[in-house]
């Protein structure tokens, strides 16, 4: 674990990150002599990245010597895609794509994360009152995304598979219209999704606390790691300044994320407790998950034939968060 890793408690996130402002501070100095790199960003559309929307804001980007063009997408997974595609230099999302980017041997690399923490809760129609009625209920997700594989452990913990439900796998965009229309009966989603979703109709979110804890990744192909790593150190450095903000005005933080993702600015506190944030990475833990979504996706068919488990030590590097 190199000195900016974290692991998952809030304590260490934290203390692991104060380390940093001083070189947040330093970096922010220096970067005033550096010639501008242009970077391309892919950011999810969920608090969890909540250092990016700081660092747009406030123009963080550019104090590193980098000019950064941002775009949203409605979830990791797509966002992945325009970092596998060429559209974007750096991406956020989750670890489970990264895992299945892995299996099918794409060379997407995590190089730090800015969150860990359990986002998804299950979203009901009326004719579900508990987790324990889920059975031959039609429950949307989006395959591919680690609301699959929490769904998948929230059924285990019921005693059901995904046999024993309708499961239907729709766009981001679909869930809350589909709700309202009644062509399912529940759906697994985060922050904002589900505040959107309790304004539409008599729903309501069921939580069940310990199945899993999403990492928020900050990701790059290696092919940039090899050519261009020193955008990559300017772009954690940016991260380790938006976390100063963060963590010393969350006040501020918190008016950003609300504009951004259209949130009630009433209802930010509450979401913003559970949001344990740190700027590192901790290999072993994360390599340790990854083999055990893994472990999964092969168990349930999700792969193509012949797939290889991955050697996911080589997909989570520490190579850029060292050099800053």
Same mark, same amino acid.
């Given at each position: 674990?190199?000195? $900016?890793?974290?692991? *998952?408690?809030?304590?260490?996130? $934290?203390?692991?990150?104060?380390?940093?402002?001083?070189? %947040?501070?330093?970096?922010?100095? +220096?970067? $005033?002599?550096?010639?501008?790199?242009?970077?391309?960003? !892919?950011? !999810? *559309?969920?608090?969890?990245?909540?250092?990016?929307?700081?660092?747009?804001?406030? %123009?963080? /980007?550019?104090?590193? %010597? =980098?000019?950064?063009?941002?775009?949203?997408?409605?979830?990791?997974?797509?966002?992945?895609?325009?970092?596998?595609?060429?559209?974007? @230099?750096?991406?956020?999302?989750?670890?489970?794509?990264?895992?299945?980017?892995?299996?099918?041997?794409?060379? #997407? +690399?995590?190089?730090?994360?800015?969150?860990?923490?359990?986002?998804?809760?299950?979203?009901?129609?009326?004719?579900?009152?508990?987790?324990?009625?889920?059975?031959? @209920?039609?429950?949307?997700?989006?395959?591919?995304?680690?609301?699959?594989?929490?769904?998948?452990?929230?059924?285990?913990?019921?005693?059901?598979?995904?046999?024993? #439900?309708?499961?239907?796998? =729709?766009?981001?965009?679909?869930?809350?219209?589909?709700?309202?229309? !009644?062509?399912?009966?529940?759906?697994? /989603?985060?922050?904002? =999704?589900?505040?959107?979703?309790?304004?539409?109709?008599?729903?309501?979110?069921? +939580?069940?606390?310990?199945?899993?804890?999403?990492? %928020?990744?900050? #990701?790059?192909?290696?092919?940039?790691?090899?050519?261009?790593?020193?955008?990559?150190?300017?772009?954690? +450095? *940016?991260?380790?300044?938006?976390?100063?903000?963060?963590?010393?005005?969350?006040?501020?933080?918190?008016?950003?994320?609300?504009?951004?993702?259209?949130?009630?600015?009433?209802?930010?506190?509450?979401? /913003?407790?559970?949001?344990?944030?740190?700027?590192?990475?901790?290999?072993?833990? &994360?390599?340790?998950?990854?083999?055990?979504?893994?472990? /999964?996706?092969?168990?349930?068919?999700?792969?193509?034939? !012949?797939?290889? &488990?991955?050697?996911?030590?080589?997909?989570? *590097?520490?190579?850029?968060?060292?050099?800053?």
């Amino acid at each position: 674990m190199t000195p $900016l890793s974290f692991g *998952t408690t809030r304590r260490q996130l $934290l203390t692991g990150i104060s380390a940093l402002g001083g070189l %947040g501070a330093i970096g922010a100095t +220096r970067s $005033l002599a550096q010639e501008s790199i242009e970077i391309q960003i !892919g950011e !999810g *559309t969920v608090p969890d990245y909540t250092h990016f929307y700081v660092a747009d804001d406030l %123009g963080l /980007w550019s104090k590193q %010597g =980098l000019k950064a063009t941002s775009t949203m997408f409605p979830s990791g997974r797509i966002a992945l895609d325009a970092l596998v595609s060429g559209q974007v @230099k750096i991406a956020t999302c989750a670890e489970t794509p990264v895992m299945f980017a892995a299996i099918n041997e794409i060379p #997407v +690399r995590v190089i730090a994360s800015v969150i860990k923490y359990e986002p998804f809760d299950l979203v009901v129609g009326p004719n579900i009152q508990s987790l324990d009625e889920l059975k031959a @209920k039609r429950i949307g997700y989006s395959q591919g995304t680690n609301a699959h594989y929490y769904l998948a452990s929230l059924l285990r913990s019921k005693g059901l598979t995904a046999a024993d #439900v309708a499961a239907v796998n =729709l766009p981001v965009a679909n869930f809350v219209p589909s709700l309202v229309g !009644g062509a399912i009966d529940a759906f697994v /989603w985060s922050e904002p =999704l589900i505040t959107a979703a309790l304004k539409q109709g008599p729903f309501k979110r069921l +939580r069940s606390e310990g199945l899993y804890s999403a990492y %928020g990744c900050v #990701v790059a192909m290696q092919s940039t790691i090899d050519s261009n790593p020193e955008m990559l150190i300017r772009a954690v +450095r *940016t991260l380790v300044a938006a976390h100063a903000v963060v963590k010393s005005a969350p006040e501020q933080a918190m008016d950003i994320i609300s504009a951004k993702l259209k949130l009630e600015r009433s209802s930010v506190p509450e979401l /913003w407790k559970d949001l344990h944030f740190g700027v590192g990475i901790n290999r072993a833990s &994360m390599t340790v998950d990854l083999v055990k979504e893994a472990e /999964w996706a092969f168990a349930n068919n999700l792969v193509k034939p !012949g797939a290889k &488990m991955p050697s996911f030590d080589q997909v989570v *590097t520490d190579s850029i968060v060292k050099r800053v």
